[in-house]
């Protein structure tokens, strides 16, 4: 159940998304004024909120903010929906289609190098999900046991790139670790014994159903464990003309980056309520939910206080470069200019 990366082909559609977007029509319903000039509350404002997926364990601070109110005491009413392709999300934004988009850090990337005014806001899942995770009849403590087992990838050109990363980092060839290619099959190609391991599937999705169906914790190595650097799985996307042409439009992104961050930060603090709220709006098993939606609570609880939501631009620059260095992209990154912390609801160290 891969969910993270766009094709090829739709990479060269993003292309041609360019030459649309300064003509777009702007699908914004946020009001002209940041406040309401008879009672000083925040002028209401209506978002519409493209998510990357369906609803799933990645999206709990979202939800629990709806649940709880959160946008409504923001003086905020919020649309979420749920994409027909992962690579829409992005490309909506910048077209003005959507208000916001829930997409992943590497679309960022591909954005800029495409042209598209798309800025990263705030996080929502601040770690890698994608991981190594094996068998768990294969089970391995480090990365250089790999000699001499199968590792399925999903034929995608980031996993790939994963896969080179880790041999790097274990010290291994790919003469010492076989490479399958198994579509999107991960999860029953590695129950079934057809490979060892997999690449492209998620820590908090892909390992708990291993689990569950095997009875068996499999090992598992989250890509900054394979030596790829570190990023964030999912974030905000906003758009960035906007955000300088439209105040109004600039306040209720502040907005809603705060009540998301407030959903996050109480869901993390009330994992049976948040994930009862999951079971509601996912269609999920219950019986995974009850283990997915704590384990990735615990991804999204920051190192420190008051960091929730924040971008960290050297670990961008990072991420950018190593997609650079691995033929991800062609154009220079550029962190600076596709992710901010200047709609915090406080200042990220």
């Not at 999903?154 to 041999?167: C, E, Q, R």
Request: contains cysteine.
């Amino acid at each position: 159940m891969d969910r993270r990366h766009t094709t090829i082909s739709a990479r060269v559609a993003m292309l041609s998304v360019v030459a649309l977007v300064a003509g777009a029509c702007s699908n914004n319903s946020t009001s002209s004024a940041g406040t309401s000039a008879a009672s000083g509350a925040p002028a209401a404002a209506n978002l519409s909120v493209e998510l990357d997926w369906v609803p799933n364990p990645d999206h709990v601070g979202l939800y629990y903010a709806q649940d709880k109110g959160y946008f409504t005491d923001s003086n905020l009413t919020i649309d979420f929906r749920t994409p027909s392709n992962t690579a829409d999300p992005i490309k909506l934004v910048a077209l003005n289609k959507v208000d916001l988009a829930i997409t992943y850090e590497p679309e960022m990337f591909y954005g800029q190098q495409s042209g598209l005014p798309a800025v990263a806001v705030a996080t929502v899942v601040p770690v890698p999900l994608n991981s190594l995770i094996m068998n768990p009849s294969e089970p391995i403590t480090s990365l250089s046991e790999l000699s001499g087992k199968s590792v399925g990838v999903t034929g995608i050109p980031s996993d790939d790139a994963f896969f080179t990363t880790m041999l790097k980092t274990a010290g291994l060839s790919e003469s010492d670790v076989t490479k399958v290619n198994v579509g999107f099959n991960l999860v029953p190609s590695v129950l079934s014994g057809k490979v060892d391991g997999i690449i492209g599937g998620y820590q908090n999705v892909e390992a708990i159903q291993i689990e569950q169906e095997s009875g068996t914790k499999p090992s598992v190595f989250p890509a900054d464990k394979l030596g790829v650097p570190s990023y964030a799985e999912l974030v905000v996307a906003a758009n960035g003309d906007r955000l300088q042409s439209d105040p109004a439009y600039a306040d209720a992104v502040k907005r809603f980056v705060a009540a998301m961050i407030k959903g996050t930060d109480d869901a993390i603090a009330d994992p049976s309520g948040a994930t009862a709220i999951m079971k509601q709006d996912t269609d999920y098993k219950p019986t995974f939910l009850d283990e997915s939606v704590p384990y990735t609570l615990q991804l999204l609880t920051p190192a420190t206080s008051g960091t929730t939501g924040c971008l960290d631009e050297a670990n961008w620059q990072s991420y950018g470069d190593w997609m650079h260095t691995n033929e991800l992209i062609t154009s220079e990154p550029d962190a600076s200019a596709i992710a901010t912390n200047d709609y915090m609801p406080y200042a990220c160290s």
